[in-house]
């Protein structure tokens, strides 16, 4: 993808920066780990620190101190997420997650805040419905969806910004279909499939993603919301799906799990306090380099927070690693060898050491 602050390899693993930071990381941080795109989130940026602020620093990436490029999330999550108060065809009425103050946020204001931001890819605002809607739910939140992209497109009038689509229909095929048609039919710089991996299982996820990407074009990139474990995005990968974020890897480095060639690492567990092995190998990041697990064990175990943070640097260098093997065996035609190892040293579901 050539986006405006710079081209972007796909597939590609998309660290998360909800309010403008990767938790515990500095941008010269990601910048060394060869992150090549974050993403960020329109909402909460909305509410703290607020568009005016973002502005006077002439845009997100100045805001942030970061110089590629940036996707921003619409806000459309947060309808999932949140405490609300009204939805409808008009927009969203939130109770604010900092102070309790109503906000509202409908397509038009979405685009306004992204274009104020200044981000490379920005998201129409969707509705995202709940995991346990029934069929009519769904239905209604597919429906509303498509025209909420209709009037997202409408309003995206800028330059040197792209704007994708976003796919719902929940766990229903029919409504999956319907939904990559409508929104196809609009046109956009790439799609996303939203609403899944939110609690569905494992099966109906890829189920899912299998009959969205049927129509999906395949020139334009593909990208799943949400997707963040290994094995999950190397079954993606194989379905044909270009992008992928999750808070997944940073989440678990704060709380002493490693992503490693051989699957998860726990260092809080007491057969690390006196390994005086690197985190990982057959990696080059700076923990692993420096640092044994023996030192960020007594790290976790003093509740030192640099523990949290050479295990955040690792995690991010693991994921951006993955995503440049995975390119690599799809060029020289290995991705199901890779595919196979990793979705089998991830799926056992236990901690190998």
């Known amino acids: 993808m050539k ?9 590609v693993f998309m660290p998360v920066g909800t309010n403008a930071n990767v938790k515990l990381l500095t941008p010269r941080d990601l910048e060394e780990a060869g992150a090549e795109i974050i993403l960020s989130n329109t909402f909460h940026l909305m509410l703290k620190p607020g568009v005016e602020i973002i502005k006077l620093h002439r845009g997100l990436h100045n805001f942030m101190g970061w110089k590629r490029p940036i996707l921003t ?60 809607a029934d069929y009519e ?19 995206f009038k800028t330059e040197n910004q792209a704007l994708f689509g976003i796919v719902q229909g929940g766990i229903y095929p029919d409504l999956r279909r319907e939904s990559a048609l409508q929104i196809t039919s609009i ?29 999906l074009p395949e020139d334009k990139p593909r990208y799943f919301m949400g997707g963040g474990s290994p094995e999950l995005i190397l ?7 270009d992008m992928f974020d999750s808070v997944f890897p940073t989440r678990i480095a ?6 490693t060639w051989n699957g998860k690492l726990n260092l809080k567990a007491s057969y690390n306090k006196r390994s005086l092995e690197p985190v990982d190998e057959r990696c080059g990041c700076y923990t692993c380099k420096n640092f044994t697990r023996s030192y960020i064990h007594h790290l976790f175990d003093r509740g030192e927070v640099l523990g949290q943070i050479l295990l955040t640097i690792h995690n991010i260098n693991f994921m951006i690693s993955l995503m440049k093997e995975v390119r690599r065996s799809i060029e020289d035609g290995t991705f199901n060898e890779l595919k196979s190892r990793v979705v089998e040293v991830y799926s056992s579901g236990g901690v190998n050491v």
């Open 3 to 11: 986006l405006h602050h710079g081209a972007v390899e796909t597939p």
């Open 235 to 241: 079954e993606l990968v194989n379905r044909g799906v």
């Open 137 to 155: 739910e769904v239905k209604e939140a597919t429906e509303r969806t498509y025209r909420w992209a209709l009037r997202s497109k409408k309003a």
């Open 73 to 132: 999330d619409s806000g459309g999550f947060q309808v999932f997420s949140l405490p609300k108060i009204r939805i409808d065809d008009e927009g969203v009425v939130f109770r604010s997650p900092i102070d309790g103050s109503k906000i509202f946020l409908n397509p038009e204001i979405s685009m306004e805040v992204q274009i104020a931001l200044g981000s490379d890819i920005c998201m129409v605002f969707d509705h995202c419905p709940v995991p346990d």
């Open 187 to 215: 046109g956009f710089d790439g799609y996303a499939i939203g609403g899944l991996s939110i609690g569905e299982e494992r099966s109906l996820t890829l189920e899912m993603t299998e009959v969205t990407v049927e129509f």
């Open 254 to 259: 704060r709380h002493g799990t490693a992503l």
